[in-house]
């Protein structure tokens, strides 16, 4: 099973209200609400950042690398994301934002689009002559890669065994630059320009790598406010090799797929749409589709939680971008023939113990059983107010020890009439002349006190 990650997403407690938003957008049904405060399981996070967009107290925050990071190595590179192209007003083109990374300390660029064209290629190739389990499902997207460990772990098979273009980049700008300038590789860091938290996690807990290309990973949205001021200064002509339309695209929703070339392909973005694929796909729905390529956030990479324009204005903005940006490649094509071997993941990517997997085959049974037995006797609301997201998921936190019936405020409110009824009753009874009866009567008011509180504290 698959160790238990690092994560980039994290809660402050402090400033959380409790309310019930992000565990009803959690994807993965992470969440919990228990004494008023959000608990995020480990085990079932996925750090897609559905829960940094909607909490309205900010008590979600993703944790990134500082920008002073880089100051570890001697030759720091920043790998920017193609997404980082659309987030300034009035700048459609590459070159100014690329020179403006130059004055944030970095020695050197190497454009993740670049990454993006050489893993195309690889993909596309391995593709026509390798045969895979269909339809093959793209890696870029750690989020999903998580989500498939998490939930779908039938379908681990069919992920494309390639890096990500973060990976690629970040292995080929150390290997470049080292060989160029005659320095020492251990001393050259590469720091990726994220619009995600996912990208975090996937460095720090690589999925199919021993360890990440990547030295670190810095937040657009970190570097946005010093790079807006030195776009106003104005640049000179860049003297590094470019990426091509090919790369860039990959920042659309479609463009990875578009970049490899596959015909029958789908492409769908936002996390909720991608599960539903995902779960046709496990039903054996999609027969004829060759590839799919998932992306957690609405408008793809664009919409991630790090970055600061609005996806669609990005959108719009990225296309011109492209449309002033070459359609050819400047790489060598050594570099395109070695991906095919150099570029592969390392080790196989393992299901997530998230889906409580574990035990002999008949404990497995005699649990599910438990849990469904549990379920059927919740109302079926899921209104979330139990501080679990579903009746289903307040049974497993029943079964594992970390929820009661009682935390159900219907099945409370049952406990409270019935108990109010009873008491009732007693006090009624021509019968309640007897110290059995005085006893009875006080036990139940201790009890009917008990609960109340025990749903007050829920």
Request: hydrophobic share 40%.
């Amino acid at each position: 099973m698959q160790e238990i990650y690092y994560h980039s997403v994290r809660l402050d407690k402090d400033k959380c209200k409790g309310c019930t938003t992000c565990l009803k957008r959690c994807p993965t049904e992470a969440i919990r609400i228990r004494n008023n405060k959000a608990t995020i399981l480990p085990e079932r996070c996925i750090d897609c950042g559905e829960c940094i967009k909607v909490c309205e107290s900010h008590a979600k925050v993703a944790v990134t690398d500082p920008l002073d990071s880089i100051r570890r190595f001697k030759y720091p590179i920043a790998l920017p994301a193609p997404t980082l192209y659309a987030q300034f007003q009035g700048v459609h083109q590459p070159e100014p934002i690329i020179a403006s990374l130059f004055r944030l300390g970095f020695v050197d660029v190497f454009e993740v689009a670049r990454g993006a064209e050489i893993v195309s290629y690889a993909i596309s190739r391995a593709m026509r002559e390798e045969d895979r389990p269909k339809p093959v499902i793209s890696s870029a997207c750690p989020a999903i890669v998580r989500l498939i460990q998490v939930n779908f772990p039938a379908l681990l098979d069919n992920v494309i065994d390639f890096v990500s273009p973060m990976e690629a980049a970040a292995k080929i700008a150390k290997e470049e630059y080292a060989q160029k300038h005659g320095v020492d590789i251990a001393d050259v860091g590469a720091f990726f320009i994220t619009p995600c938290a996912a990208k975090m996690t996937a460095v720090r807990s690589p999925a199919g790598l021993e360890k990440s290309y990547v030295d670190g990973v810095i937040a657009i949205k970190d570097v946005y406010t010093q790079m807006r001021v030195f776009l106003k200064e104005g640049f000179t002509p860049l003297e590094i090799d470019r990426a091509s339309v090919v790369g860039i695209k990959w920042a659309v929703p479609g463009g990875e797929a578009e970049a490899v070339g596959i015909k029958s392909a789908l492409c769908v973005d936002g996390i909720e749409n991608v599960m539903n694929v995902l779960e046709a796909i496990e039903n054996a729905r999609f027969r004829n589709l060759t590839y799919f390529e998932g992306l957690a956030c609405v408008n793809g990479c664009l919409g991630g939680p790090l970055t600061v324009e609005n996806s669609f204005v990005a959108k719009n903005r990225l296309r011109s971008v492209m449309n002033r940006t070459t359609l050819k490649t400047v790489q060598r094509r050594e570099v395109f023939e070695d991906a095919v071997h150099t570029l592969r993941l390392t080790k196989e990517i393992e299901p997530s113990d998230a889906m409580q997997l574990v035990g002999t085959m008949k404990e497995r049974i005699e649990r599910e059983e438990r849990i469904e037995r549990l379920t059927q006797g919740l109302p079926g609301y899921d209104c979330g107010s139990c501080g679990s997201p579903t009746c289903r998921a307040l049974a497993e936190d029943i079964e594992n020890g970390f929820a009661n019936e009682l935390n159900c405020v219907f099945r409370l409110n049952d406990r409270i009439n019935s108990l109010a009824a009873e008491m009732v009753t007693l006090g009624a009874s021509t019968r309640f002349n007897t110290p059995q009866d005085t006893a009875r009567l006080r036990e139940m008011q201790e009890k009917l006190r008990s609960d109340d509180e025990e749903g007050d504290e829920q």
